[in-house]
């Protein structure tokens, strides 16, 4: 009896109290999660953002790689152009021999000029 009486007490105590449900735990948790997923997603931004600035970045390097090499293959181009001129001009002689229609062998800047004296070029 002492035991019923007892068990009445305690449940008409917590219903006319309240049973504590934890409640404001949970705001402060649901609070604190919301607080949580806007600084990921901040943070996720400026993770996004510095991305594109380095691929921004990276693709102006890579720009400027490309015009640096361009301009040095030109420069390249010419210098072996001029080389390969001053070396044909070094190796071709300024004259030529030419066999003229008098039977002799001329030697003049053309085999025209060579023979000009000398009935002009056989053949």
């Not at 210098?79 to 004259?95: C, L, N, R, S, V």
């Not at 025209?112 to 053949?123: E, I, L």
Request: glycine share 14%; with cysteine; net charge positive.
């Amino acid at each position: 009896m002492f035991r019923r009486l007892l068990i009445g007490t305690a449940i008409a105590g917590a219903m006319a109290l309240g049973i504590p449900t934890g409640t404001s735990a949970q705001e402060s948790a649901g609070q604190h999660a919301k607080k949580a997923g806007k600084h990921a997603k901040k943070a996720g931004k400026a993770t996004g953002e510095a991305a594109k600035e380095a691929g921004k970045a990276t693709g102006e390097a890579a720009k400027k790689t490309g015009q640096v090499a361009s301009d040095a293959a030109k420069e390249t181009g010419t210098g072996a152009k001029k080389a390969a001129k001053k070396a044909k001009h070094k190796m071709t002689p300024d004259t030529t021999s030419a066999t003229c229609n008098d039977g002799t062998v001329q030697t003049g800047k053309t085999k025209t000029t060579a023979c000009v004296n000398h009935g002009g070029v056989k053949g």
